[in-house]
């Protein structure tokens, strides 16, 4: 079945500080992987996207993620928190013939000055 | 410019009440899917179409309604047999069979129970 783990619920870090977000999959076939950023009472903004090649995927606002397939991990990563990164973050697996999208239950970013 | 529009922001029912929530695109994308978002549990799926005149139960359909009778639009149906249904609802759209697929979001309406 297929499956998305964000084991992390809530992260405070420090405005400057680095930024790592976990993600872990389950999926019967090749995954495509995405990270979606959420404002209180928005929808949803893709940072970035996962579909082949490079496992290492840049996307907007500074983010980046790496795919690892030996660990079914997607982590996002940011070197330099800036105080309006605090949201909502979802990791999410799927699309092009799948169909559906397997969202995880999200993970909350606090930055502190 | 293109996007996914939904309304109404905020939507209030009563007991023994249905209430329809719109959602409209012109991204002239094929594939549209309803989501219902709870605290604490992340993103989960109600319904979703993928051609008109055709949609398909997601994990938390009962209680629920929708059609596709045009391409642009998929209204979604709280009924009154959905007995919680205090939660953030978003829309969303995408192309289907597509190396660039990603889902593109509404801005989500917020159910409340009176």
């Known amino acids: 079945a297929q499956s998305v783990t964000q084991p992390d619920i809530h992260i405070t870090v420090s405005e400057g500080a680095s930024l790592e977000l976990r993600c872990n999959y389950s999926?019967?076939?090749?995954?495509?992987l995405f990270w979606y950023v959420q404002s209180p009472g928005q929808g949803l903004q893709l940072l970035l996207k996962?579909?082949?090649?490079?496992?290492l995927v840049q996307g907007i606002k500074g983010f980046e993620a790496e795919f690892k397939r030996s660990q079914s991990s997607f982590n996002l990563r940011k070197p330099s928190v800036h105080w309006s990164d605090a949201a909502e973050y979802f990791c999410?697996?799927?699309?092009?013939?799948?169909?559906?999208?397997?969202f995880g239950t999200g993970t909350s970013l606090t930055v502190i000055p | 410019d293109g996007g996914i529009t939904q309304s109404p922001k905020y939507l209030f029912r009563k007991e023994g009440q249905n209430v329809t929530l719109s959602c409209e695109q012109n991204?002239?994308?094929?594939?549209m899917y309803w989501y219902r978002q709870d605290p604490g549990q992340g993103l989960r799926l109600i319904y979703y179409?993928?051609?008109?005149?055709?949609?398909q139960k997601g994990d938390i359909a009962e209680g629920y309604s929708v059609s596709r009778e045009k391409k642009e639009s998929f209204p979604l149906t709280v009924t009154s047999a959905q007995k919680n249904p205090t939660a953030f609802y978003l829309c969303?759209?995408?192309?289907?069979?597509?190396?660039?697929?990603?889902?593109?979001f509404g801005s989500g309406t917020q159910l409340s129970v009176l």
């Open positions: 179409s993928q051609i008109v005149n055709d949609f």
């Open positions: 991204l002239n994308h094929d594939a």
């Open positions: 999410a697996v799927g699309g092009f013939f799948g169909n559906q999208f397997y």
């Open positions: 969303a759209s995408t192309t289907q069979g597509h190396i660039d697929e990603k889902l593109f």
């Open positions: 999926y019967g076939a090749t995954p495509y």
């Open positions: 996962y579909f082949s090649g490079d496992t």
